[in-house]
């Protein structure tokens, strides 16, 4: 997850109609379904899935859109009355969440209620769920971190200061032991232990940092934007124990769930899905600027933000 609008491409083979489509036609060099292209009217900003099936879901200026898994439709759009920048899901389903400022929004999937919003101590920046618990950690633009308990009315249980100065980038460990937060005021990945969120290890990186997603079987990958690779930061010790070469440089990435792929977006070449030898599987041409991408827990399905274009778009495996 990063902050910043990046530069990105999309490209498949095939249009499809249903809610929010504008059937504008696209390259086939991506050996990718496409299911949707949804016109949002609005900047979307950030995206993520619901579970390994479920919706998507996506922040849109002030509204929360639901797309369907299997054919990327708009299920649902709930206005929040503010400006979102971030989104997540409970771990335990049932339940998207959307931040702006100090405020974080809750909304029951499938009923689309729209709960009491979680007054936060400081304004959010990312939010990272725990896996297999019940808390969302939400890494703030001071560089603090509250806890928010899911469970039945949603609060913040604390908030701490840590080490980080001006976060840039951030994502969760998949057991969910420690956040890895980029911190822009040294250029470091900084790895902090979610039970006190005190520093564990920090990695320099020395050039600014695109964005960090969760690396499956332990660590993340980062996306150092200077340099045409991935770096592997360990779960052990912290710091960089590998790199997948990239075919340019990286703006956004995410991972497939069985380790096998990343889909990384490159600066003026598109998106990219390589494999960890660096091997490209497939390549688009550049359309639009996507400023994030999702890929589902089953690694089926793909959604990318397009905000120069206002679109979401997804595509299937």
């Not at 564990?200 to 600014?208: D, F, G, T, Y």
């Amino acid at each position: 997850m990063k902050r910043f609008l990046l530069s990105c491409a999309v490209a498949t083979a095939l249009l499809m109609s249903g809610c929010g489509s504008t059937g504008a036609p696209v390259s086939i060099d991506f050996p990718f379904f496409f299911l949707q292209d949804v016109d949002c009217n609005e900047v979307p900003d950030a995206c993520t899935f619901l579970d390994d099936a479920g919706s998507a879901i996506a922040c849109v200026g002030s509204s929360l859109y639901f797309l369907d898994y299997s054919q990327g439709y708009v299920l649902n759009c709930v206005d929040l009355g503010a400006h979102l920048s971030c989104c997540a899901a409970s771990s335990e389903g049932g339940y998207a969440a959307a931040a702006s400022g100090v405020q974080l929004f809750y909304v029951s999937e499938g009923t689309y209620v729209v709960h009491t919003p979680v007054l936060l101590s400081a304004p959010a920046e990312f939010m990272l769920t725990k896996p297999y618990g019940t808390v969302i950690y939400v890494v703030c633009t001071d560089g603090s971190v509250s806890t928010v308990s899911t469970v039945g009315n949603w609060y913040e249980i604390s908030n701490t200061d840590t080490s980080v100065d001006s976060p840039g980038a951030a994502a969760i460990d998949e057991d969910g032991s420690a956040l890895y937060v980029f911190d822009s005021a040294d250029s470091t990945v900084k790895k902090l232990s979610t039970s006190g969120f005190e520093l564990l290890a920090e990695q320099e990186v020395q050039c600014p940092v695109a964005d960090i997603c969760t690396a499956p079987g332990g660590g993340v990958f980062v996306a150092p934007y200077e340099l045409y690779e991935a770096w592997h930061i360990s779960r052990s010790s912290g710091l960089r124990d590998y790199s997948v070469p990239l075919p340019g440089r990286p703006e956004c990435l995410a991972a497939t769930s069985d380790g096998a792929y990343l889909y990384v977006v490159l600066a003026g070449a598109g998106i990219a899905v390589v494999d960890m030898d660096g091997e490209v599987e497939a390549q688009t041409g550049s359309y639009g600027q996507p400023s994030d991408v999702a890929v589902s827990g089953s690694g089926q399905r793909a959604l990318f933000c397009c905000p120069d274009i206002m679109k979401l778009i997804m595509v299937s495996r």
